[in-house]
């Protein structure tokens, strides 16, 4: 079946600690996506990607990264500059731009 | 002003009964619009996607678009406990390539048995 994993499910963060959230389609979509969901706030786009080995900055990109080595994968790292993590972390994927985008189910990031 | 308003609730209602949700939008360059649905601890869900005004039905679902309104909604009918979710909705600019889309908060839906 084709789709979108994401991994961990949950995940916890120290203080100081950088963080890799996974994100796999086999979708074949060129375009990837990050979103944060926050109670009562909708999604928000950190980052995304069009192409391999490019991405851009979304509205939150601060305190993140990410990378695009394969067609198949966009992580996403939290480093410790970000000094709120705790959210919902949605992966998504679309062929083109258009075209509505198809989601994981999320990794929701705790701080210990 | 957000680019997207939709009232988050809750919104509970009967079994069996009609459900109305609406988001209001400001910026008319926006073309494509899409409902979501999404349970908890869950990625959202693709409902409905459409480019035009006008309605478009898929069983119990209905969206619809008035562009001269900059007004969305998505009906369902013969409401079901499964229904229980959060709807969000979603929109892209018509000159985008770059997919972002622009959601709404979510309205959080209760259909009670």
């Known amino acids: 079946d084709g789709g979108i994993t994401q991994s961990p499910k949950y995940l916890f963060r120290k203080e100081g600690q950088n963080v890799t959230l996974s994100c796999e389609q086999n979708l074949n979509h060129d375009a990837m996506y990050w979103y944060r969901q926050d109670p009562g706030q909708g999604l928000r786009l950190i980052y995304y990607s069009q192409i391999v080995n490019d991405f851009q900055k979304g509205d939150i990109a601060e305190g993140y990264s990410v990378s695009r080595e394969k067609k198949e994968s966009f992580p996403l790292t939290v480093t410790s500059a970000q000094k709120n993590p705790t959210a919902f972390y949605l992966c998504?994927?679309?062929?083109?731009?258009?075209?509505?985008?198809?989601f994981g189910d999320g990794t929701r990031l705790s701080i210990l | 002003q957000k680019e997207v308003e939709q009232d988050p609730g809750p919104l509970s209602v009967p079994e069996g009964a009609i459900v109305s949700l609406n988001c209001t939008y400001s910026n008319s360059a926006f073309q494509y619009f899409m409902w979501y649905r999404q349970y908890s601890r869950k990625g959202p869900e693709l409902l409905m996607y459409t480019y035009s005004s006008g309605n478009k039905e898929d069983g119990r679902f209905t969206a619809q678009v008035d562009k001269s309104s900059k007004y969305i909604s998505l009906f369902i009918r013969d409401s079901q406990p499964s229904d229980s979710a959060t709807y969000l909705c979603a929109m892209l600019y018509g000159s985008s390539n770059t997919g972002k889309l622009i959601f709404g908060q979510g309205t959080t839906l209760q259909v009670k048995p």
């Open positions: 998504a994927s679309t062929h083109r731009g258009n075209q509505p985008q198809h």
